[in-house]
């Protein structure tokens, strides 16, 4: 069975079904704020797996999309009054198009050539978006976005359910042979295109996807916040997914969206340091590349379910 | 006229000495430095560090400063480097990861308020009848004697010759008894040594705090990008040319949008040319 | 006689002001085996990748029985049936043998029924002799396992014409023997044309029916083996070859 393993299933339904309790465990708005952050996090670090973990082209500039996808959906409500439910429709295929923009010219490069191309796009859009501050409210960003829930858990359970889709969307793509091609593709190109294969066809779709799924999810954070702001757009939170990623173990999907998850959680906790929260991330991607290949979250959840087997 | 010549002269001066140490790392080494804007800050609070405790001497301070990074770049290159040579894209994570401790550990340290290290040289000249601070003419000078002192050290000294072999073919040299790790943290040592002595030249002039080092590794890449990757030739030119592309567009526009100047210049090497537009 | 194949017409392409490949014309004949043969840097490796779109001409066309494909890009190119193998066999990280070989049928408008392709890459991974290793992942094979794995792969596309780039490159002389009944066994059985680039004369010489010369970018003799090692050019350059080849 390729498709459907079933611990990895009745662990992740398992998993929602927790999370889903939360809002009738605690009606505490800072909790349930906490999780959708987290949620949001999660849907990043996997959309940026399923084109880096898969192909191995390390993009640092998924915050471009992730930005995109907020200020698509903020302007939209601000500037038109549209409500931030089609704002949340319209932001994947505004994030995926320019995924596929940005794709085209760049796909071609290799290995670090490719993440600094990814990485100075992403400079350059957060950089007109303070410039052009007339349209995009420069530092201050998009703000005064008209909630679309009637009440925070609401609003929760629609983040919870996309997020839970998408991540499992994902991951069957990557378990789906379109999947196994694209890690050909990271593996070896040209024996590919020797197979018959449309590599480049091939990643510039999956970059789209990628950065589809990365619009959703910040429409969605747009839609908690009630603003769209430049920070959305930065380098630090392009490099923070990539570290989730590492942290997660590339290629598996579903490890980067739950050391997202997990990281994003102890960060906010750790909000109370302040000043040692981002010290912490240092700290933690330093020993996760010195000492493991595969990230901490995949060879745990492989190691665990051996001993449980 | 004559000030966008200084001034753009001295751009060019701050680029090209953090350039052409990050592309000297990366054309023998093989590794790009994601720490060399900590480098860069930790040279600027060494300095402050010498001034500020033991009352130094600013140009005692300086060198003091060199020292010491030199010590941390072959450190830094035995202990995050070294280790994960077979896998680029880990020694990329690897420095990310400690440039962000550094930048940390100073703003625990110091705290996020700027801080100012003494000029070396004081007071305005007048030259061309512009009048520029002493610091700037001096940092002119020197980017153009320490590249030419690194230029004839690649040349013509032993050991120069060695990181020269190195650079062209690493199996090749160490066939030829070549030590490449001594060569690597000699490298390492040079890169970072240069990024305190640029970051304690421009520091006096901007100000000196934790994250000081994210703009002039932006630029140094965009430079070492634009000018080709590992080439020193290509990084001198192109520190020249976006240098005084920048001061035009800050004259003509502003200083934002002189900003994005460079960085589409980068974008589009990448894309069109990523050999850079002097390199191979 | 029937059309040839493949047909390169004064195929050209220079890097840096050095002509890799100059001027070549070859007809390769339907149903043959023939061989490129010629030393290190005559410019065959080039040459493939000219006939396969892996590199853009300089001047010349190619034609694919009497279509003209040149330039034409490689995923194209495979799907029209001109199939190529690379001179360094490598092993798809992370892909079993089965999957490795099932790539061709897994691409999106591949048009293969799953179950009729997984019966193709079962029966090939039989013929090449790696179906005990179906299950391993393709980093764990030796060598000699991965190039028949490579055939293996190129032949699930049903080839009408099999470009083999040194087959036997890197392999002891009782896998080179394998490696040559095997493509004697796929051009009778599958009814694939074969071109082959080698610079190993022995194994070559009792395999091909029609050979190529080339030296320094050019074609310096055609003929059978027979004919061919005759030839005072190639007496010359191959002479010139063993003098520092070991």
């Avoid at chain 2, 010549?5 to 350039?19: E, R, T």
Wanted: charged fraction near 15%.
């Amino acid at each position: 069975m390729r498709f459907f393993n079933r611990t990895d299933s009745v662990v992740s339904l398992a998993a929602l079904a927790l999370l889903a309790a939360v809002p009738l465990l605690t009606s505490d708005n800072y909790v349930l704020g906490i999780l959708i952050t987290a949620i949001c996090y999660a849907i990043w670090a996997g959309s940026w797996d399923l084109l880096s973990g898969l192909t191995g082209r390390e993009n640092f500039g998924h915050s471009l999309f992730i930005g995109a996808g907020a200020y698509a959906a903020a302007y939209l409500n601000t500037a038109y009054g549209i409500d931030l439910g089609w704002g949340i429709v319209v932001a994947p295929l505004v994030s995926g198009t320019l995924g596929a923009l940005i794709g085209l010219p760049t796909l071609r490069l290799q290995g670090p050539y490719f993440a600094l191309a990814t990485l100075v796009a992403s400079a350059i859009a957060h950089t007109l978006c303070l410039l052009l501050w007339r349209v995009t409210g420069g530092e201050e960003g998009l703000s005064g976005i008209l909630p679309m829930a009637g009440s925070q858990s609401d609003y929760y359970y629609l983040v919870l359910t996309i997020g839970f889709v998408s991540i499992a969307a994902m991951k069957l793509f990557a378990l789906s042979d379109a999947g196994l091609v694209l890690r050909a593709i990271g593996s070896d190109e040209a024996i590919c295109r020797a197979a018959a294969i449309d590599v480049d066809a091939y990643k510039i779709t999956t970059f789209a996807f990628s950065a589809a799924f990365a619009g959703l999810g910040g429409a969605l954070f747009a839609g908690y916040q009630l603003t769209a702001a430049p920070d959305l757009l930065s380098s630090g939170l392009s490099i923070t997914i990539v570290v989730m990623a590492y942290v997660g173990g590339m290629g598996t999907i579903y490890g980067p969206a739950v050391a997202a998850l997990f990281l994003a959680l102890i960060v906010e906790y750790l909000r109370g340091f302040g000043e040692y929260r981002l010290l912490v991330y240092g700290l933690i991607l330093l020993v996760v590349v010195r000492l493991t290949r595969h990230g901490f979250v995949d060879p745990f959840w492989r190691w665990l379910k051996g001993r449980l087997a | 006229m004559a000030e966008i010549l200084l001034y753009g002269a001295a751009s060019s001066a701050s680029y090209a000495l953090m350039a052409v140490g990050f592309t000297l790392v990366f054309g023998v080494a093989r590794v790009l430095n994601l720490a060399h804007g900590a480098f860069y800050a930790c040279g600027a609070y060494a300095m402050y560090g010498f001034c500020a405790a033991f009352g130094a001497a600013p140009a005692i301070a300086v060198l003091a400063a060199i020292a010491v990074l030199a010590a941390v770049g072959a450190i830094v290159n035995r202990f995050f480097v070294e280790p994960l040579r077979a896998r680029p894209m880990a020694v990329l994570m690897s420095t990310l990861a400690l440039s962000i401790v550094a930048e940390q550990t100073l703003l625990i340290t110091f705290g996020s308020q700027s801080r100012n290290i003494p000029l070396i040289l004081d007071g305005p000249v007048s030259l061309l009848g512009v009048r520029i601070g002493a610091q700037g003419l001096l940092l002119i000078a020197v980017a153009i004697v320490v590249i030419g002192a690194l230029w004839l050290f690649l040349h013509k000294a032993k050991l120069g010759k060695a990181i020269y072999a190195t650079s062209q073919d690493p199996v090749g040299a160490q066939l030829v008894g070549i030590r490449t790790s001594t060569v690597f943290a000699v490298v390492f040592a040079v890169s970072a040594a240069m990024a305190a002595l640029s970051a304690a030249i421009v520091g006096p002039m901007q100000t000196v705090s934790p994250e000081m080092g994210l703009m002039p590794m932006i630029k140094a890449f965009s430079v070492v990008i634009v000018g080709g990757l590992g080439s020193i030739g290509g990084s001198i030119a192109a520190a020249l040319l976006l240098g005084y592309s920048e001061t035009i567009v800050s004259y003509l526009v502003s200083t934002e949008w002189a900003q994005i100047v460079s960085l589409v210049a980068v974008f589009v090497t990448l894309v069109v040319r990523p050999s850079g537009l002097f390199g191979k | 006689m029937t059309d040839p194949i493949l047909r390169a017409v004064g195929l050209t392409r220079a890097f840096g002001g050095i002509k890799a490949v100059s001027d070549v014309s070859i007809a390769v004949r339907t149903g043959s085996i023939t061989g490129i043969l010629g030393p290190n840097g005559a410019g065959k490796t080039t040459f493939f990748n000219l006939l396969t779109g892996f590199t853009k001409t300089g001047a010349g066309e190619v034609y694919l029985q009497q279509e003209r494909i040149t330039n034409l890009p490689p995923h194209l190119l495979a799907r029209r049936g001109l199939v190529r193998t690379f001179q360094l066999a490598k092993p798809l990280a992370g892909l079993t043998v089965e999957e490795t070989v099932l790539l061709p049928a897994l691409r999106v408008g591949a048009g293969q029924d799953r179950r009729q392709a997984r019966e193709r890459a079962a029966y090939l991974l039989d013929r090449v002799g790696l179906a005990a290793k179906a299950e391993a992942t393709s980093e764990s094979l030796t060598y000699g396992d991965l190039r028949r794995l490579e055939i293996a792969r190129a032949l699930m596309l049903r080839p009408k014409l099999l470009l083999l780039d040194e087959p036997f490159a890197g392999l002891g002389a009782g896998e080179i023997e394998t490696v040559s009944q095997l493509i004697h066994e796929i051009r009778d059985r599958e009814e694939v044309t074969v071109l082959i680039i080698e610079h190993k004369l022995r194994e070559f010489f009792k395999l091909v029916e029609t050979v190529i010369v080339m030296v320094a970018g050019e074609v310096v003799a055609e003929g059978t083996p027979a004919e061919v090692v005759k030839h005072p050019k190639v007496l010359s350059a191959y002479l010139g070859e063993r003098a520092y080849e070991h």
